[in-house]
């Protein structure tokens, strides 16, 4: 656990988030500040700065927050829905625990890459 780090505090259960499922290794919850129908984070228990980092460290434990994605998503409604890593200040990440965005009911006609 890092100290001062608000994701590892929410896998401590000493701050409160709406979760919405959990495996030995991942948590998944809802974002505080949703951006879209669905917005869930699945993060990592295990504390690294970004998901890169997690992944190159810990390829199961990467492996393993994908899929949950994929789960959440499934389990929440959405058989089509969109992943995003923030990585960097610069490109927007502001909680420098690896995560993941799972975001559902977007319109795709509207997305920066589509
Ligand atoms: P990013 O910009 O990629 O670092 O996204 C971090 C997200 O984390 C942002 O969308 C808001 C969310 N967030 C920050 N603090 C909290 C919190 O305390 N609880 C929950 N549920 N989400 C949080």
Do not use: W
């Amino acid at each position: 656990m890092a100290t001062d780090c608000i994701f590892c505090k929410i896998v401590a259960g000493e701050i409160p988030a709406e979760k919405v499922a959990e495996t030995d290794t991942t948590l998944a919850f809802r974002d505080i500040n949703p951006k879209a129908p669905l917005h869930v984070l699945v993060i990592p228990k295990v504390h690294h700065p970004d998901a890169a980092s997690l992944a190159s460290a810990e390829p199961q434990i990467a492996a393993e927050v994908l899929s949950q994605a994929g789960v959440v998503a499934r389990q929440e409604g959405y058989e089509d829905y969109n992943l995003v890593f923030n990585t960097g200040a610069g490109a927007g990440q502001t909680v420098f625990h690896a995560h993941v965005h799972v975001l559902g009911g977007l319109d795709a006609s509207k997305l920066f890459l589509a």
